[in-house]
């Protein structure tokens, strides 16, 4: 029993190692370099400042990045989440292993993707010489290109592209389990499908929903490639604030100071709605 | 209460025929199993009595209306499944009032509804718990509680008892029973568990490669199978094939159990229980109606010589396999006092059986 144990804890070292060396330790530096005094050559000086926070909370442009990150992060879960829904449908209910493994490979396609070449993807479809403007100008529907790259829209759809399968999976999972005799045991008391969907099949898929919807958030509110190139770098997000800081202007305490924020923020709004996923799951399920 | 009549129904997955021009009336507040073994075709019928399958062909009627084409949310089936199906996310007074809440009933009304169902079901102090923290045989009483609650015309379990431990099933077979005709509402059983549509039904169909063999009382059916089939999934049973008597019509030579001369052991059948087709056939003994005795007596018809090849003791009862003296064995189920002293390997034993314990049945259709 006692060496078995020992086996289990050895097997876990390697991950464990590189998790502590390469990311807590790392974040643990970030966090305290973040308040360490720093001269106008941006040399770091002995003592400690909350300056840096309080310029964050006090400077508009700011707070209007932090209302924008979690505002877009949140927007693009929540459609993510509404798409994810028919999709995971589908995948459940594929009519065979063919169809299931097909259905698949279209949905992780995105992820099997390079950044750049979907990023390039976008670009040809939707610049100004594009094909979508080209089209639309051939069609007689447009006189003049519109502009569809660089916007925010962009952003959001390429966004949801990206993001769509790691809301679809958990679905998929947690649909999956579901018997198909409550929903049987629905119909038959009288209800149909589609309220039966939201009867029985939505409130069961909620494991999947949140940790879905947790990935895509944490996902979204951290990626900076997608808004650099999509958007051109021109929304205010705070993604795009620490990678300016630290690599733009070699600010690593106020870089870092920004990446607290962001971090915080990001744990704040997932741990409630992990604390009430988990008493959810201890009433349903034991 | 409401009558149910399946008119040819067909159904076939990929080519092959689930059902093959099922025939069915099941009567006003009737208990009614469909007894089969397992792709026998009974889930595929129940699935689409309950409207979640299409037939290929026919009809399914209640109370003399077509229902065949209406979406299984209108068809007012009450279901039990197997499996119970309880909606783990609702306590058990939501899961009784699931389906009344859909029909916008008035709160007071559905609190009435849901407490009347669970008194039916006994489960009155239950109502706040979720379904995770009831024993098997309390979700079974909640399902059907909530297959009761929106009053159905006719309720449909299937293999109402399958995951429940012997001695709960017992119980629950009794209640099942008591609630049936308290409530007097019709019913339809999907069971591969012969003992279970026995005890519990007024009358059975047995379905087999999708057709029905036979519809009776669990008496009839048990009594007087008409195929091999029939009687072999009913319990044990004898089989030998005969030949007629040149002589005499009742009399019968069979061809497989033979005295110790190499002489056919001759069946004597009542007049009612002779189905010869061409002077032969196939003729059923069960294990239970075989008398034994150790004292040797004369060789006549119905009366032989044989050993015991096999013993097997279940308290209650003995079950042996003997051997006739030149060739066929017999299988017999002995009530264990019959038995002073134990019986042995090898032991003489006579053997004697009434003509009206015999009865001919068709062979299974290859």
């Known amino acids: ?286 | 209460m409401s009558f149910i009549e399946i008119k040819d129904i067909t159904h076939c997955f990929s080519s092959s025929p689930a059902l093959d021009h099922v025939n069915l009336k099941i009567e006003s507040g009737e208990f009614f199993s469909l007894l089969g073994p397992s792709g026998c075709g009974k889930s595929t019928l129940l699935n689409i009595i309950g409207g979640f399958l299409n037939p290929t062909g026919g009809h399914v009627l209640v109370d003399g209306n077509d229902i065949t084409d209406l979406a299984s949310h209108h068809r007012q089936i009450g279901m039990v499944f197997q499996s119970y199906a309880l909606f783990p996310h609702l306590n058990v007074f939501d899961n009784i009032a699931y389906g009344l809440k859909i029909k916008k009933l008035k709160k007071a009304e559905i609190k009435e509804r849901v407490g009347e169902c669970l008194e039916l079901v006994h489960l009155e102090a239950f109502a706040d718990r979720m379904p995770h923290h009831l024993s098997g045989g309390q979700q079974q009483r909640v399902a059907i509680a909530r297959a009761l609650a929106i009053r159905p015309s006719i309720l449909m379990l299937d293999e109402p008892l399958g995951n429940l431990d012997a001695l709960l099933r017992k119980e629950m077979q009794v209640e099942l029973r008591t609630l049936q005709k308290r409530v007097g509402i019709t019913t339809i059983m999907v069971t591969h568990d012969q003992e279970e549509a026995m005890s519990l039904s007024d009358r059975i169909g047995i379905l087999r490669n999708g057709r029905v063999q036979q519809v009776g009382t669990p008496i009839d059916i048990y009594r007087r199978p008409v195929n091999e089939f029939v009687a072999g999934f009913l319990g044990q049973v004898n089989l030998t094939h005969v030949v007629q008597n040149e002589n005499s019509p009742n009399l019968f030579r069979s061809t497989e159990w033979f005295h110790s001369n190499d002489a056919p052991v001759e069946l004597l059948l009542a007049p009612e229980n002779v189905k010869s087709i061409d002077g032969g056939g196939l003729v059923m003994l069960r294990p239970e109606r075989i008398h034994v005795s150790f004292c040797q007596q004369d060789i006549s018809p119905n009366h032989v010589n044989a050993i015991i090849r096999s013993i097997t003791y279940v308290g209650h009862a003995v079950y042996l396999t003997i051997a006739f003296d030149g060739g066929g064995e017999l299988n017999l189920n002995v009530p264990d006092p019959l038995f002073i002293d134990p019986p042995k390997i090898n032991q003489q034993v006579h053997v004697s059986w009434t003509p009206e314990d015999l009865l001919m049945v068709s062979e299974e259709e290859k």
């Not at chain 1, 279209?106 to 080209?134: C, D, E, K, M, Y």
């Not at chain 1, 959001?156 to 993001?163: C, E, G, L, N, R």
């Not at chain 1, 909620?206 to 919807?213: A, C, F, H, Q, R």
């Open chain 1, 1 to 286: 029993m006692h060496s078995k144990r020992i086996f289990n804890i050895s097997l876990l070292l390697p991950a464990l190692f590189f998790l502590l060396v390469f990311l807590l330790l790392p974040v643990l530096l970030l966090i305290v370099t973040a308040f360490r005094n720093q001269d106008a050559d941006m040399n770091l000086l002995p003592g400690y400042t909350v300056s840096r926070y309080v310029l964050i909370f006090t400077t508009p442009s700011y707070l209007n990045a932090i209302v924008m990150t979690i505002g877009i992060a949140l927007l693009t879960t929540l459609i993510c989440l509404v798409a994810a829904y028919p999709a995971a449908y589908l995948l459940t209910h594929a009519r065979n292993r063919t169809v299931h493994a097909a259905f698949y490979v279209i949905l992780v396609s995105p992820l099997l993707t390079s950044v750049v070449v979907r990023t390039f993807s976008w670009i040809v479809l939707l610049a100004q010489n594009g094909l979508v403007n080209q089209f639309l100008e051939k069609m007689g529907i447009i006189h003049a290109p519109l502009s569809l790259l660089w916007n925010m829209p962009a952003v959001i759809v390429a966004y949801v592209q990206v993001m769509l399968p790691f809301a679809v999976m958990p679905l998929v999972t947690t649909m999956g389990d579901i018997s198909p005799s409550l929903s049987k045991a629905s119909m038959s008391l009288g209800v149909g499908r589609v309220r039966t969907f939201f009867h029985v099949t939505m409130p069961l898929t909620i494991p999947g929903l949140v940790s879905g919807g947790v990935i895509v958030f944490s996902l979204t509110a951290g990626s900076y490639i997608t808004p650099l190139l999509i958007g051109g770098g021109r929304q205010p997000f705070l993604s795009l604030l620490i990678y300016q800081q630290a690599i733009q202007l070699m600010d690593l305490p106020m870089a870092g100071a920004l990446s607290t924020v962001l971090m915080i923020l990001v744990f704040v709004i997932i741990l409630p709605i992990e604390i009430l996923l988990k008493r959810w799951e201890a009433k349903v399920y034991g």
